[in-house]
């Protein structure tokens, strides 16, 4: 099966499965319809991990398309780590228990994408609508049981060269390797995102997204 275009007419031709995620401190429901799921499912998406996905958004009120990531910038399938704010809260919601391969319509309410404000092009108030499909998922580099594996030389510090090596193994142990580029715009996005003195290290500080676990 090709994969699938940026146009919401794909979700008419497709048969779906409506499960809903609800959330109580945001007044909000995000409706997860699935568009197609593999045969096969090695490993469900969970919070922290990584997670590397084309998504994209329209509003629900007219189907006007908002944002492509296949037309964005290099048009390379974006990177985050899943439950940890880095998309929106209902893209967080909406992604998880998703396969490697998987496809997703994700409908979200304002409460749980751009709010009152909205953000340009979105307007304020808006019900937003995410076709999203996920090509890989990995145990991301920021959890507790991953921290311990990376740091080689256990001086409780992450380097890049730790964190680099620990991105290859993963992705090779699930027979995905990635050219070197593709590795370096990761490692980038990490240490950009997580290493706030900027001193080219990650501390446990820098590095615990789970607040409960001691490092």
């Known amino acids: 099966m090709s994969r699938f275009v940026c146009t919401l007419l794909l979700s008419l031709l497709l ?26 499912c ?5 919070r922290g991990d990584l997670m590397n996905v084309h998504y994209d958004g329209y509003l629900a009120k007219d189907g006007t398309q908002f944002y492509c990531s296949r037309s964005d910038k290099t ?64 145990r991301g580099p920021r959890s507790l049981e991953a921290f311990k594996e990376i740091d080689v030389d256990k001086d409780r510090r992450l380097t890049k060269a730790e964190v680099k090596q620990y991105l290859k193994a993963e ?26 003195d900027k001193d080219g290290l990650i501390s446990p500080k820098e590095y615990n997204i789970y607040e409960h676990d001691e490092l």
């Not at 909000?28 to 593999?38: A, Q």
């Not at 090695?42 to 969970?46: L, V």
């Not at 974006?78 to 396969?99: E, H, R, T």
Request: aromatic share 8%; hydrophobic share 40%; proline share 8%.
């Open 75 to 138: 048009g390379h399938p974006q990177w985050f780590v899943l439950g940890v704010g880095q998309v929106i809260k209902g893209l967080d919601i909406g992604m998880a228990d998703m396969c490697p391969g998987e496809r997703r319509k994700i409908t979200v309410p304002p409460g749980l994408a751009f709010g009152e404000n909205g953000k340009d092009p979105v307007p304020p108030n808006a019900t937003v609508i995410f076709e999203v499909e996920l090509f890989s998922v990995s």
């Open 42 to 46: 090695t490993q469900k998406s969970k």
């Open 15 to 40: 048969d779906v499965l409506v499960v809903f995620a609800t959330t109580d401190d945001l007044n909000g429901e995000v409706k997860i319809e699935v568009l197609f799921m593999p045969q096969e």
């Open 171 to 196: 992705f090779e142990k699930r027979g995905e390797p990635r050219d070197e580029p593709v590795y370096e715009k990761i490692m980038a996005d990490i240490f950009h995102k997580n290493d706030h």
